[in-house]
């Protein structure tokens, strides 16, 4: 039988779900249907669209167990991260968006507040909602109002240091405020660090991996969900209590523990939350789940449990449907190594995030030479100007909007130091489909005020590998590399070479100089062929290095009548804005406009249809540049672009 098969004759009790009161009438057998009738569904719908698979199939029956205790939206569910918030979706009366997931018009892959009344948080990042339910418990507190706080966070959040700072505050204020840590030993990948050995120490029990294993054992007797088999659990899990528990380490910081318990027995959770809101302060509560539970073709991915395919998959053997392509990350981690081959000085540092930005390939080379710390960026910047101060070369790849919650250890950590350290930024720009807390458009302008640091933007794949290698080359001072996702575009060669800066098209006349960043060199070359019909002549650079700016761009500009400047970050501080400052200063006043992302919270769509609304399509610009071009020759010339049309003549 087909999942969909599955979905369309088992669906009687999720099709009267319209929210959390639905859930509270059910009884335990009624929630074990339920359970398995949530898997079917999410799995039919996420195989479609892409989007987070394992980190939802573990949290099901721990999700319900919630909605069931709590009375949400008055009690405040908060998710870290929020990409296992699929089944809170589905429970609060979502389950028709799910047919466009992701997608233009559909539900957010992560909690979103115009969405529901019970989405709270909405920004992805990992390790903060314990920071927001501190300051939750405290207001309520502070109010005389009697509302539970409770916080979902995993046990790959915990790697974070702000979990830690939380809950120290926490246990401090004393206010009523429920932790549930969902214990999979996974964030993208196994979870690293210290507190995950202490916590693989229930997961390595021999009772309760025998629990586990009978609950697997019996699941795989269906192609995909089987049914959940209550009695069983109930029969083999009489003494999960005394298994071993890492509960001193949190009583020593003054908040009480419950658990372990198994976070794929209902009732047992419920147990476990109900003693927790009861107690009137802090407690944590310690589920112990598995990531991609209940499908086989996620439970038989050691990588990341099918953590979050990128596009359609198919529901048999868990691959994606579309062709495999050569991706930014694929050349990137490929050249990394073949650095890596010829410098014994160059290693990898990445937070929990190895697969997703290419260090694995790095790592299954010389896994001596790869440190995975955990979600915990600004630790893997100043591990790296350690490094870096012990005579290697760290690699430090990131996510570009993960790279945002490490500014300060970038700039004094590392710049101030003059140390050589490479930050790689994987999604650069906008990304689509995951949303505004994970677009990668600040970094140009964030980081671009950084002392002595340089930015690359790669237009292809062998820009990539020239200026990763130009990168690690640096030996006074950080340097970072950042590039888009998806497929890389075929190679453009650039017709010569000033300075840094490639020119990728002349023409006969001088009207445009038109600055293409970073990937949309290819942009570039469209819109000069669209103006040229227009009868005015556009040059086409890609600076590569954007920061700081080439003082060969700048004389470049000289020689146009107009400087145009696109790129994929947002406009404010921009290289747009950081190459009109350096013209200013060197008394060039040729005038520059600057497209690129305004500054906002844009939503979820594909890049293509979000690249559109804003106005950086070919035609779009193409459009702009003739507009403001074609004004120019109204204008009166003044004279000193006269005399710098002589000088050039």
């Known amino acids: 039988m087909s999942v969909e098969e599955g979905t369309a004759n088992h669906g009687r009790l999720l099709g009267s779900v319209r929210g959390p009161q639905d859930v509270k009438r059910m009884t335990a057998e ?12 999410l799995i039919a719908k996420v195989s479609r669209t892409g989007g987070h698979v394992g980190p939802n199939l573990g949290v099901v029956e721990l999700t319900l167990a919630m909605h069931r205790v709590f009375d949400s939206p008055r009690d405040r569910l908060l998710f870290d991260t929020g990409h296992q918030a699929y089944v809170h979706k589905i429970i609060t009366g979502r389950q028709e968006g799910f047919d466009k997931l992701r997608q233009r018009g559909g539900l957010s892959g992560y909690p979103n507040q115009a969405e529901s009344e019970h989405d709270l948080v909405e920004n992805s990042h990992a390790s903060t909602a314990l920071s927001y339910a501190d300051g939750l418990a405290k207001a309520y507190a502070l109010r005389g109002e009697k509302r539970a706080v409770v916080a979902v966070v995993g046990d790959g959040a915990l790697t974070g240091g702000m979990c830690w700072e939380a809950l120290n505050n926490i246990a401090t204020a004393g206010n009523p405020l429920v932790i549930v840590v969902n214990d999979n030993g996974r ?35 269906t192609p995909f969900v089987g049914k959940p088999m209550y009695e069983v659990l109930h029969a083999v899990k009489k003494g999960i209590k005394d298994a071993v528990a890492p509960q001193a380490m949190f009583e020593d910081l003054g908040i009480k523990y419950v658990g372990p318990v198994d976070g794929h ?89 190895a697969e ?3 260090i694995a390939t790095l790592a299954r080379k010389y896994p001596e030479r790869v440190y995975d710390v955990g979600i915990a960026e600004q630790h893997a910047a100043t591990s790296a100007a350690g490094l870096a101060m012990g005579g290697l070369h760290p690699v430090v790849a990131v996510y570009a909007t993960f790279l945002n919650r490490a500014f300060d250890q970038v700039l004094l950590d590392v710049a101030m130091h003059r140390l050589p350290v490479t930050f790689v930024l994987d999604r650069a720009g906008i990304t689509g489909p995951d949303g505004p807390s994970h677009y990668g458009i600040w970094d140009m302008s964030v980081f ?30 950080p340097t970072i590399l950042r590039f888009p996702t998806g497929t890389v575009a075929a190679d453009l060669p650039a017709l010569r070479r000033v300075g840094p800066v490639d020119v990728l098209a002349e023409s006969a006349r001088t009207d445009v100089l038109l600055v293409a960043v970073g990937s949309f060199a290819g942009l570039g070359m469209e819109v000069a062929t669209r103006v040229a019909e227009q009868g005015y002549g556009v040059t086409v650079v890609d600076p590569r290095w954007v920061r700081p700016v080439p003082a060969e761009l700048v004389e470049l500009a000289a020689g146009h009548r107009l ?7 947002v406009r404010v501080g ?18 520059v406009k600057d497209l690129g992302v305004p500054a906002g919270w844009h939503p979820h769509g594909t890049r293509a249809q979000i690249l559109a609304d804003l106005g950086l399509t070919a035609q779009d610009v193409a459009r702009d540049v003739t507009g403001w071009i074609s004004g120019l020759d109204a204008q009166p010339v003044e004279p000193h672009q006269a005399d710098q049309a002589a000088a050039k003549n």
């Open 30 to 41: 009624q929630l074990d249907i339920l359970a398995a009738e949530i898997r079917d569904f």
């Open 187 to 221: 964030s993208y990948s196994p979870t690293i660090g210290g507190l995950a050995d202490h916590l693989s120490s229930l997961r390595l029990n021999p009772g309760y991996e025998k629990v586990l294993d009978t609950v697997k054992d019996a699941l795989g007797n």
């Open 265 to 353: 027995d209902v009732p047992a959770v419920e147990t476990a939350l109900r003693a927790a809101k009861n107690f009137g302060g802090p407690v944590i509560v310690h589920a112990v789940t598995r990531k991609g539970y209940g499908y086989r073709a996620a439970e038989e991915d050691e990588a990341d449990r099918l953590h979050g395919p990128g596009g359609a998959f198919d529901i048999e053997t868990g691959k994606l449907l579309a062709a495999p392509s050569v991706k930014w990350t694929h050349v990137f981690a490929d050249e990394l190594v073949t650095i890596a081959d010829e410098r014994p000085d160059v290693v990898g540092i990445t937070a929990a995030m």
């Open 356 to 358: 997703p930005t290419g």
């Open 448 to 477: 671009g005020v950084v002392p002595g640091l340089r930015i690359a933007a790669p237009r292809d794949s062998a820009t990539l590998r020239e200026e990763l290698r130009e990168a690690v080359a640096v030996d006074d001072g």
């Open 563 to 569: 400087v145009v400047t696109v790129e994929d970050g």
């Open 574 to 591: 921009g290289v747009g804005s950081a190459l009109a400052q350096a013209m200013r200063d060197a008394d060039v006043r040729v005038p």
